[in-house]
């Protein structure tokens, strides 16, 4: 099963907005989505490790990252 990367903008209070990519939980996976959405590693705020779900509505691991819009 393949997932595609979405981006979604998480209303924050300051000035400066947080985006979110979730991706598949591997590395070249990972890196490829912050390429495409040109997130640098200075903008990463966290990366999170969304665990499977194997029993109903079953998906693999995911990675949610949150950064810094620029």
């Known amino acids: ?3 595609t990367a979405k981006l979604q903008a998480v209303p924050a ?3 400066e907005a947080v985006g979110e990519i979730v991706t598949e939980a591997r590395i070249d996976a990972l ?8 997130v640098e590693a200075s903008q ?3 990366v999170l490790r ?3 779900q ?3 509505n079953a998906s693999p691991a995911r990675y949610r990252v ?3 819009k620029s």
């Open 13 to 15: 209070s300051s000035s």
């Open 50 to 52: 969304l665990p499977a």
């Open 54 to 56: 194997p029993i109903a």
């Open 44 to 46: 990463i705020i966290a």
């Open 31 to 38: 890196n490829r989505c912050l390429a495409e959405h040109g």
């Open 66 to 68: 949150l950064y810094r």
């Open 1 to 3: 099963m393949t997932l």
